[in-house]
């Protein structure tokens, strides 16, 4: 008789109280035969928290990997598993998808356990639009790769989503005030769920003053919710800079439009080029 595999589910911790963790959470914990788990002492923590005795596993970044196979041979020979992050949902800027990919490659059942996420759970108390969204993850650490991974994203119009570390808050808003301009509401969460749950409100130039001022808001990771491109007034400014471009290249070579574009509009000039030549008004130089 062919053996039965077993499942692995995919079980949403809470981000911060845990309070939050649902009856079907505790359940599935309890009963599957290992649990994969991002950082061992949290997970310890919570299940102690819920009277939890369970076998755990190391699963992180750093031996995703390697780990995966023996926890794929697990399921082939019908143990259940489950696999959690230290808080919030697994594989939301957190190890778990080569896992689950390979699951999915090979038709094990794969059966997600919802529940908490900070990026939606900033969302739904950010007041910014959240009929469309955008989640970013964490941005690259470097300010040129940051600048120009902020500059891809530019011209979307969701509400965009971000983690960052509390440590790097205050120059990845300076670079969102620089590459986005400072005109987009932009909110910062921080220690969600928690007893010092704090939500900040103001432009990217002012939260980052705000937050190098204050050192309680660079402790920890934070979510940074940005308005995203297409308001009416925005638009405009859009359409003001597409003229602006076009009468100077009839003149002048792209990068010297751009350039001059740029300082009579107050837009970014690597913008305005790339607008140029999806315009077709140069050639790349």
Known sequence: MQQ???????????????ADMSERARKILAEVDLIAAEDTRQTLRLLNHC?????????HDHNETSVSRRLLAELEQGRNL???SDAGTPLVSDPG????????ERNLSVVPIPGPSAAICALSAAGLPSD????????PRSKPQRRTWL???????????LYESGRRAVATLADLAETLGDSRRVVLARELTKRF???????????????????EQQLGELVILVEGRGSDGEDAGLAEQER??????????????AALAARLTGAKKNRLYRLGLELGLGDAD
Do not use: C, K
């Open 82 to 84: 489950a696999l959690v």
């Open 197 to 215: 749950e704090t939500f900040l409100f103001g432009s990217a130039s002012e939260l980052a003053r705000r937050v190098e001022e204050d050192e």
């Open 151 to 161: 500059d891809g994203v530019a011209d979307e119009p969701g509400t965009l989503i």
């Open 51 to 59: 009277g939890i005795s369970a076998t755990l596993v190391s699963y």
């Open 244 to 257: 602006v471009l076009r009468i100077l290249s009839e003149s002048l070579p792209l990068s010297q439009s």
């Open 97 to 104: 998808y080569s896992l689950v990919s390979a699951a999915r």
């Open 4 to 18: 039965t595999r077993g499942v692995l589910y995919v079980v949403a911790t809470p981000i911060g109280n845990l």
């Open 132 to 139: 469309r969204f955008l989640f970013l993850g964490f941005p």
